[in-house]
């Protein structure tokens, strides 16, 4: 069995994406036409009340809610709710209808309204459409073409593999929910108990790991439970998923299966008297009756209103309330924001709109990748980045030039590494570049070096980030020959390690006394390194600058730790992937050179390489030739040693490499053919080092 597939390049979307079709788009249109969907209600699927407003926003809450922040997996970028595993899960019962209505309104503008974009659009029409505010739209979304990107969502081989829920509703993170099939929670109650106290800690604890706060979730829940009603007519089912019975999905098992007779989740009826309109009668409702638990016609537990006392007036009848929103009564702090939201509507609807813009776009990554005219301005959970200083761009050939010069010269910022007797800081600047660049996520295209956000908490206290800051004081200087220019820390920490980096690797052929022979060209804002750099191979690094820096404490918590995993050729696999880098392209870039001194502030005995000044395929004939025993280094980390004593060591996930059947081969391969490896080398290190940068006005900025 394949665990965990070969990853994919970083293109793997774009192939459908027509950026000009997007541009051309009638977004005005295209809201004209879903208004009017709302209310044309079909005999085939027939609209609650006339109006479909309620599942098409269900439908839009479910393809974001898969969202979370662990691995930035999930949301509906992608449109990926259209494939199994997530069209099948139990929550996203019946929404093949939903897709089915939608599809006039897809065919009419075709490539410009993608299915992801098209979704949450749905969505935010109806809310509107309703009466609910809505805060903009960022349009953008490019559809994949098939469920690969969820596996890891589960319920699937991989996820087993990577982030296993070994009991089923009670997963943990990185799983954002913890029941596998559902978007959140069981919302019968912990492990189907209605028990709304146990069931509070639970909706805090998923919602968190969704990036969302306790204001945001009460917000969102009532706010989408202002809408609609649960489906639940008899306790037979809905019948077969579209895995099971792909032809047929979901006929339902109550009488003719539609309108009155439809089976969703089980549960039956509306939270309001009014489910077609915006308003906040589902907090009210929730305070002013006593609510007992029963069960419903579908067969489930869920919750009816009762008079608080013979004088309290009596409660409307067939409302309902699912354990998890009767939960919103049993916890303190969730409890005052019922009360806040039941009086002052106009806090409900600000929270709701920001909450909502939040949890259908926060998949999106920058604000400069939204595209339309309903965009709103920049909201803190885009971690939006400040426009440059003014100034002149500065003159980065003779900035590299200095960095070249700070390789060798001691410096009382930092304690550099030694090669050959002498000061080597190369190694420091590549790594401080690596940490920097390699939270990039390609998930949700958080993370990366543009802003500089290594340099402030959280991510300076990374365990991994450890002396990164004496590093860069290292390098800080070389700033005032530019002072007045745009250069920024974010800029200067990247091309100090592609410096470094290129340096290395002509120093390498120089040994081997390789003749150089160059090969100029490059990419849109990409500088080609100029000097000594010139190199047998003809390789040459690029660097494309134009960074900015973050003030500090700005948004610092986008940015996620490095997952560790158990099984390290998974972790290798994996975070490639969610880096959005190929197989190909993570094994070249774990070639680069190891400062032996940082690797032992970290823990471990030494590194790969005692010439940590050489960029060359040597990592691979030493992890390839070395015979390596397992040990711990006295710091009590796992690490591996070269036999014989030449104290050379590599770490659990250099030893993956050659655990891994298909990694073993790019190693093999890269370790009799350095031209091949340096080429890849080059194209993953600037293809990394300039991921995150969607600053330009027509996408990336750099490619
Ligand atoms: C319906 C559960 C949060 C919007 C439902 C249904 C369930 C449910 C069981 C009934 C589905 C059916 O039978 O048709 C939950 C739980 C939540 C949650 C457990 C979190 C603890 C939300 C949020 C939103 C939302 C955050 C949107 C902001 C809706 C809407 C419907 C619905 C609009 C009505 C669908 C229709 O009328 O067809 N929810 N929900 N829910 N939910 Fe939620």
Known sequence: MRLVDVAKPRTRALLQFDREAVAKLDLAAVKADLKALMTDSQDWWPADWGHYGPLFVRQAWHCAGSYRTSDGRGGCDGGRQRFDPERSWDDNTNLNRAKTLLWPIKQKYGAGLSWGDLIILAGDVAISSMGGPVLGFCGGRIDDLDGYESLPLGPSPEQEALMPCPVQGDCKSPLGQNTLGLIYVNPEGPMGKPVPEESAPQIRAVFGRMGMDDAETVALIGGGHAFGKAHGACPSGPGPSPAEQPEAPWPGTCGDGKGNNTFTSGFEGPWTTTPTAWGNQYFQNLLDYNWEVHVGPGGHHQWRPKAKDAQSKAPPPGVMMLTTDVALLHDPDYLELVKTYAANLTALEFKFKHAWYKLVTRDMGPVTRCLGPDVPPPQPFQAPLPPPPPGPAPDYAALARDIARALRRPSPAAEPDTVGGKPYY??????????????????????????????????????????????????????????????????????????????????????????????????????????????????????????????????????????????????????????????????????????????????????????????????????????????????????????????????????????????????????????????????????????????????????
């Open 426 to 703: 190369g190694a420091l600047f590549a790594t401080l570049a690596w940490q920097c660049a390699s939270s990039y996520r390609e998930t949700d295209y958080a993370g990366g070096c543009n802003g500089a956000r290594i340099r402030f908490a959280p991510q300076k206290d990374w365990p991994e980030n450890a002396y990164m800051d004496s590093v860069l004081a290292v390098l800080e200087p070389l700033k005032a020959a530019h002072a007045g220019t745009t250069l920024s820390t974010a800029d200067l920490i990247v091309l100090a390690g592609t410096v470094a980096l290129q340096q290395a690797l002509a120093e390498a052929e120089a040994e081997q006394q390789q003749a150089p022979g160059c090969n100029r060209g490059g990419g849109k804002g990409l500088l080609q390194l100029q000097g000594s750099t010139c190199t047998a191979s003809g390789v040459r690094l690029r660097f494309c600058g134009g960074r900015v820096d973050a003030p500090e404490g700005e948004h610092a918590a986008q940015v996620q730790p490095p997952r560790v995993l158990a099984n390290k050729i998974l972790q290798v696999r994996d975070n490639a992937r969610v880096m959005g880098l190929s197989m190909r392209e993570a094994v070249a870039l774990a070639a680069r050179p190891r400062s032996p001194s940082q690797q032992r502030r970290l823990g471990y005995s030494g590194s790969w390489t005692h010439t940590p000044s050489h960029l060359s395929n040597q990592y691979f004939k030493v992890l390839l030739d070395e015979t390596w025993l397992r040990t711990n280094s006295s710091e009590g980390l796992e690490e591996f040693a070269a036999a014989g004593g030449t104290g050379l060591f590599m770490t659990p996930t250099d030893l993956a490499i050659k655990w891994d059947a298909e990694m073993l081969a790019i190693a093999q391969e890269f370790a009799t053919d350095n031209k091949a490896f340096l080429q890849t080398f080059a194209s993953a290190w600037s293809g990394l080092m300039n991921a995150d940068r969607f600053d330009g006005p027509d996408g990336n900025v750099c490619e």
